[in-house]
């Protein structure tokens, strides 16, 4: 499945981003949460009421802001407004976002991410968890409140995934989550690096490996040099952050925001006619992702109608792939 991550300012902007991502034929609309914007979550749950089969996740919900038991709440209403259409999507960010921000020391966030991961999934999955970590705490029970918890409670079907940069936030994946959603990393890691990584802590945990998600820039554009040109910001960006920057240099780019920011750029960004973004696209599920977060960049003018295009290239592709909207 071929989704989409399209952002926006405003969540009236959003929801119509929704609605018309659904009537286009995309199967999948992905948003990120965190800091001074719409709540996604909130967003989803208001998009849910007026569409009817597009699925919605986060990508990603940052950890540091909510206790696990409050997130777990936010995905039981989720599950019961949209069934089987909600998938929460959990990261601990990196420090220059949420240290200022939410006042926290910003430290072992996989270890954070992994008490995060178990306390949802057993509340969710088994109804019930008890726990004492670093950072969480807390005793819960699915339905519990001041009267006693009602009778048969039954699991809260919601797939919990996590993001993933660097081997161990893979292979922690593996071990936990019901996926691993990327961002910003060349389909080659993710093919040689990430999907073995995925697939040892899944056995070693003894369970089925879980899908990798794989965040794909994609542009409608031919002019591969407006598109560098375009990239070059975000991509460096990204290079100087200290997670990221090892994730580039696991990829094989020593100087992401320097010398090989241009190598870098080629690894990321899939561009040019609609047919060459198709076939890339169907080469990276053929290649073993198990989804993808299509990401456009926009050059021109006319947003809404180059987003409007993406919806139609996305919805033909998992046609071409035999996905149902």
């Known amino acids: 499945m071929i989704g989409v991550y399209i952002p926006g300012f405003t969540a009236t902007q ?17 948003l990120t949460s965190g800091g001074p914007l ?31 038991v409050a997130i ?7 599950e019961q407004i949209a069934p089987g259409r909600f998938r929460i999507g959990l990261g601990p960010s990196h420090a220059p976002a949420v240290e200022g921000m939410y006042g926290v020391e910003y430290k072992k966030p996989l270890l ?36 006693g918890p009602p009778p048969n409670v039954q699991p809260i079907n919601v797939p919990v995934m996590a993001s993933a940069l660097r081997p ?64 070059r910001q975000q991509v460096g960006r990204y290079g100087m952050l200290t997670n990221y920057a090892g994730m580039f240099k696991w990829a094989g780019f020593d100087d992401p925001a320097g010398a090989d920011q241009d190598r870098v750029i080629e690894a990321l960004v899939v561009s040019g006619p609609d047919r060459v973004i198709i076939e890339r696209l169907a080469q990276i599920i053929g290649e073993g992702a198990g989804e993808i977060i299509a990401h456009p960049m926009i050059l021109g003018e006319d947003r809404q109608g180059e987003t409007d295009r993406v919806f139609d290239l996305v919805a033909k592709a998992n046609k071409e792939a035999g996905v149902k909207a």
């Open 14 to 30: 959003l929801i119509e981003s929704i609605k018309r991502a659904e009537a286009h034929g995309v199967p999948a609309f992905w």
């Open 38 to 68: 719409p709540d996604v979550i909130t967003v989803f749950a208001a998009a849910s009421m007026v569409t009817q089969r597009i699925k919605l996740g986060t990508s990603i919900t940052q950890t540091w802001p909510r206790h696990p």
């Open 72 to 78: 777990a709440s936010q995905c039981i209403a989720m």
């Open 112 to 147: 954070n991410l992994r008490e995060y991961l178990f306390t949802i999934q057993s509340l969710l999955k088994k109804g019930e968890v008890s726990f004492s970590g670093t950072y969480v705490k807390t005793q819960a029970r699915l339905g519990a409140g001041p009267g």
């Open 168 to 231: 161990a936030s893979f292979r922690l994946c593996g071990e936990l989550a019901d996926g691993a959603i990327s961002w910003v990393c060349p389909w080659d890691y993710l093919r040689d690096v990430a999907l073995p990584a995925l697939r040892e802590g899944a056995e070693k945990a003894g369970r089925p490996v879980p899908p990798l998600v794989a965040h794909t820039t994609i542009c409608l554009d031919e002019d591969r040099a407006k598109v560098h040109e375009a990239a």
